[in-house]
Nanobody, 128 residues
């Protein structure tokens, strides 16, 4: 299983960034997927999740209305569109594979974030 994030970088407050995650080594369309983030000194926290067939999306309250999670099963790719970025969104963002087709990360992570498979992470910095 391999998950590779791309698209991180520096954005100004109020700006936008798009993260992508390319998956390989498993049947992408059979698994729910998610994004989580971590700031130095704190644990991993889930941000957004999507079911295997895109029929359900879930968002942490802090990003609701600003972030959009989506996926393209034909391309084995997961996306996170981040809009109206705030300095408190600064973190390393990780792409994650859920345990099956539905989303469970929102109830399990934290504290059981290690139950999921994560990518290597992409740094997102929001600063003027």
């Amino acid at each position: 299983v391999q998950l590779v994030e791309s698209g991180g970088g520096l954005a100004q407050p109020g700006g936008s960034l798009r993260l992508s995650c390319t998956a390989s080594g498993f049947i992408f369309s059979s698994y729910g997927m998610s994004w989580a983030r971590q700031v130095p000194g704190k644990g991993l926290e889930w941000v957004a999740a999507i079911t295997s067939d895109s029929t359900q999306t879930l968002y942490q309250e802090a990003v609701k209305g600003r972030f959009v999670i989506s996926r393209d099963n034909a391309k084995n790719t997961l996306y996170l569109d981040m809009n109206n970025l705030k300095p408190q969104d600064t973190a390393v963002y990780y792409c994650g594979r859920d345990l099956g087709p539905i989303s469970t990360v929102q109830v399990m992570c934290p504290p059981n974030c290690d139950q999921f498979t994560w990518g290597q992470g992409a740094q997102v910095t929001v600063s003027s």
